[in-house]
């Protein structure tokens, strides 16, 4: 069981409720009790070695505290050099999905040697994901999910029925928990964290989707945070359907561009001298007949979607020839022959959180056709925006406890540090500048003018900025600028 309960959930809510109260200087009533991360069969143990977990009860939902509460599994390393350690840098992950504890326990390289010195860095499993009492589901019903690029109006109607089916199997298997995934839940936990560590405040480090459970825990605590990091920001601002779909369009648009015009540049590129927006147009349309291997797992068939979704993985990094390989590779292979296998059991569902922190309704089939005809004008390639499932994943449901809406920051004694590439993927450089601005004076805007998604080790540059921030609180000049550097992969 996932809950405890009735009776140690009012006890749990309760403590976990005073821990909040506490006075800064104050130790918590009860130490968290770490022990040593597990080591899975496929791991090198060296490489957890160090790490300690522990697990913190809180409130299913923050709005009853005095309800059942679950297990919040939180992970930490120690500053290394003990006698010059500044505080607790907190780590907040990205996804929807990703594992704040594996960070810890086995993806450290992303923290420079100073870091790990001056720092204990802690990080958690957000509520609903990986070991945080995770939302799952049948798995065969999560393989029946409907294509993103919704053909007609049966389709549409089935893409709602499906949804509401769906969320009701997740309920039934997850608890009560699937109800309260949103973010502002999360921001909730975060200050649990704190107060459960004895810290007065928290430097806090969010990367991508966790960059919004940094601004709006801004908002709810700016007087418990000594240092904001903002990297690959996230822009939860206020936004319609139609605008959201085409900012997200126009920035995986922007980042396959730079990936075209590199190809044309560079001798190496597997695709040099190739026309690749009429290859690419060949390939959507070879999907769309069933006749090109999944991007991913190359014996099933590819769909137009599934093949937007691997090009825009390889822009991450951004790994440029490595996707001009996999272009290259499928327009040489042959037709597949495969049938995906019938999942049994339960599976994770960590896209969950999207429909508690996104609003973003479609009325009609015309409606939604209207949008993608209008990205589809509107977009020399990639014309199916790899974050439409946020919108087709969530039609039918009940309306999010946390949609877009612009934060609103005041009482940071340091400002925060906002990070965001040129040419992000993701996470696009438009919403980083409006975060910026709804910020004010309360967020620096650096910009990397390279690409990828993610640039706190992009270069010397971007980790002088992060560095000197968090270890001493120095911000660097508004307008700041960081040089490219050009991608190896």
Not at 354 to 368: A, I, K, M
Request: charged share 20%; aromatic share 8%; with cysteine.
């Amino acid at each position: 069981m996932k809950l405890r309960s009735t009776t140690w959930g009012v006890v749990g809510g309760l403590f976990v409720a005073c821990l909040t109260t506490l006075p800064a200087s104050a130790a918590p009533p009860a130490a968290l009790k770490w022990t040593d991360c597990e080591v899975r069969p496929t791991e090198d143990p060296e490489l957890v070695r160090g790490s300690k977990c522990a697990t913190l009860q809180v409130p299913v939902d923050w709005n009853r505290p005095a309800g059942p509460t679950f297990g919040l599994v939180i992970a930490r390393r120690t500053a290394k050099i003990p006698a010059a350690r500044v505080g607790t840098l907190f780590f907040a992950p990205g996804g929807p999905g990703d594992s704040g504890v594996d960070r810890i326990r086995t993806g450290m390289t992303r923290f420079p040697e100073l870091i790990e010195e001056r720092f204990d860095i802690v990080s958690f499993d957000p509520r609903g994901i990986a070991r945080s009492n995770p939302v799952v589901c049948s798995a065969a019903l999560l393989a029946q999910q409907p294509s993103p690029v919704i053909a007609d109006r049966a389709a549409f109607e089935q893409t709602i029925r499906y949804n509401r089916d769906l969320a009701q199997d997740c309920r039934a298997n997850t608890g009560p928990l699937y109800d309260h995934v949103d973010t502002l839940q999360s921001v909730r936990d975060v200050e649990a964290i704190r107060a459960a560590l004895g810290e007065s405040k928290l430097t806090f480090h969010g990367s991508s989707y966790g960059t919004l459970l940094g601004q709006q825990y801004a908002e709810r605590y700016p007087h418990r945070l000594r240092a904001l990091v903002l990297e690959s920001v996230f822009d939860h601002g206020d936004a319609t359907t139609g605008r959201w779909l085409d900012d997200q369009a126009a920035t995986v648009q922007d980042s396959f561009s730079e990936f075209v015009k590199w190809c044309k540049q560079t001798t190496t590129c597997s695709l040099h001298g190739r026309d690749i927006s009429a290859l690419w147009a060949d390939l959507v349309a070879r999907a769309a007949r069933g006749e090109l291997p999944d991007p991913r797992q190359s014996a099933l068939k590819a769909t137009p979607y599934s093949l937007t979704f691997g090009a825009f993985r390889q822009l991450y990094e951004p790994r440029w020839a490595a996707l001009a390989n996999l272009l290259k590779r499928l327009d040489e292979s042959a037709p597949p022959t495969g049938e995906p296998p019938v999942p049994t059991g339960l599976a994770p569902n960590p896209l969950a959180p999207f429909c508690r922190d996104l609003s973003l309704p479609v009325r009609t089939y015309g409606e939604f056709a209207a949008h993608l005809r209008r990205i589809a004008r509107n977009t020399a390639d990639l014309k199916l925006p790899p974050t439409l499932m946020a919108v087709t994943n969530c039609l039918g449901l009940p309306k999010a406890p946390n949609p877009q809406r612009d934060v609103e920051v005041h009482g940071l004694r340091t400002p925060a540090l906002l990070l965001n590439s040129l040419h992000d993927p993701a996470t696009g450089y438009a919403g980083a500048s409006s975060v910026a601005r709804q910020l004010g004076k309360q967020g620096v805007l650096v910009t990397y003018e390279g690409w990828g998604h993610g640039v706190y080790n992009s270069g010397p540059c971007t980790q002088q900025a992060v560095n000197d921030y968090l270890v001493a609180l120095k911000l660097p000049p508004r307008s700041t600028r960081c040089a490219a550097v050009p991608p190896t992969g």
